[in-house]
């Protein structure tokens, strides 16, 4: 809860994914916008209008003049966002820009699959101070196996090309990161070695999207195995031995944060409260867009940016569940001795059909295992750094 002026209410919104663009140039059989349970995409424009960008940036400067936010973030996303063109997403970020009213900050970010990331494009991003996230599953072979063109051609070189882009001096500023999609069916160093060859400064990896009812590959529910923990401690043991710091993993990063009662910076891990709201190109609004995976119209809140401010959002049922924290977790989850690192994981993956959000996290076996492993590791080196100090044994 937090007071603005003497009242108090629920957390503001700092957060806002734009949908651009609700179609993509690659047809990536992961992806969870088009190839999950809500296919309500069909149904919206391709493109959001200027008058829909204009009221959204209105609403924005509303919620941030009303709880005095020194900062929000706004992603532009899609599908692919910049199919777009230069010019409408110039015209977005100015509109954001010049609606929201000093001292609030706006940060813009793009999540893009790169294959469209040309000169003009980066000199808009570095002009406006953008950062730039793309999305790459690894090497040719790795990237390969989702990432393709509806005409299963490969999309890894046009993507490498933006990256090579992105690096140039003239560009670098602006280069936020990777985001891989773990597939443990790729080797998981070498797919992380891959990784750096891009130089990266920050690496996410993201579980895929899966529910109880849908469960992710390669993951048996009621088995006792935890693939998806064994592929990222083999990362985290070589990036955390490593001599010099190849590059940040947010994933991983947040985890020590939280162990060490620090904050989480993603919100796949940790208690914190989710403050990010989707707005569809139709300007329909919606909760996390990864709520798309748990069922027709799962993130849905049947309220628009036409209609209704964001603190009216906020308050509605489905998006305050989502906004309760360790409060809202069931029992299990609560009596877990890292619940207050793992926070029950990412809300959408809690889902089944019978017991709505109530459940642990579809990944839970691995998420213990990865927060106990990287716990254990970490308070080893503590200790050996203490022992160190003192002059005593570990």
């Not at 690659?26 to 349970?37: Q, S």
């Not at 494009?121 to 989702?146: I, Q, T």
């Not at 051609?153 to 933006?162: D, I, K, N, W, Y």
């Not at 899966?210 to 990362?235: M, N, Q, R």
Request: aromatic share 8%.
């Amino acid at each position: 809860m937090s007071g603005v002026g003497g009242r108090v209410g629920p957390e503001p919104v700092r957060e806002w994914v734009l949908k651009l663009f609700e179609r993509c140039n690659l047809a990536c059989d992961h992806c969870y916008m088009y190839e999950a349970a809500d296919q309500g995409w069909r149904d919206r424009p391709m493109a959001m209008a200027e008058a829909t960008v204009a009221q959204v940036a209105a609403r924005i400067a509303e919620h941030a003049e009303a709880h005095g936010l020194d900062e929000v973030r706004v992603v532009l996303h899609g599908g692919e966002p910049l199919l777009a063109g230069v010019a409408q997403v110039a015209r977005a970020i100015e509109l954001i820009r010049a609606a929201v009213a000093a001292p609030t900050r706006v940060a813009f970010a793009v999540q893009t699959n790169g294959v469209l990331l040309s000169a003009e494009y980066l000199e808009l991003f570095v002009r406006h101070g953008v950062s730039v996230g793309v999305s790459l599953d690894g090497d040719r072979a790795g990237n390969d196996r989702h990432r393709r063109y509806a005409s299963g051609r490969s999309s890894f070189a046009a993507v490498v090309s933006g990256l090579d882009r992105l690096r140039q001096p003239a560009f670098r500023s602006v280069y936020g990161g990777l985001l891989c999609t773990v597939d443990v069916r790729n080797d998981p160093v070498p797919t992380y070695l891959s990784l750096l060859e891009h130089a990266p400064p920050v690496v996410d990896f993201l579980l895929p999207h899966g529910t109880w009812d849908f469960p992710p590959p390669a993951l048996d529910p009621a088995g006792t195995s935890t693939p998806y923990a064994d592929w990222l401690i083999a990362i985290f043991d070589r990036w955390y031995g490593a001599p010099v710091r190849e590059t940040g993993i947010r994933l991983f990063e947040s985890i020590i944060s939280l162990l060490l009662g620090g904050a989480s910076e993603t919100e796949a891990i940790g208690p914190g409260l989710p403050a990010v709201l989707t707005i569809e190109s139709d300007g329909s609004i919606e909760g996390s867009d990864g709520l798309k995976v748990t069922a027709p119209g799962g993130g849905a809140t049947g309220m628009t940016v036409f209609e209704h401010s964001f603190d009216e959002v906020i308050r509605h049922p489905g998006v305050a569940a989502s906004r309760l924290g360790l409060a809202g977790l069931g029992a299990q989850c609560r009596r877990c001795p890292i619940v207050d690192v793992c926070g029950g994981g990412l809300h959408a993956h809690r889902f089944s059909t019978a017991d709505g959000f109530g459940r642990p996290s579809i990944y839970c076996r691995d998420l213990f295992r990865l927060v106990t492993h990287i716990h254990d590791r970490v308070e080893r080196d503590l200790r050996g750094r203490r022992a160190a100090l003192i002059g005593a044994p570990a």
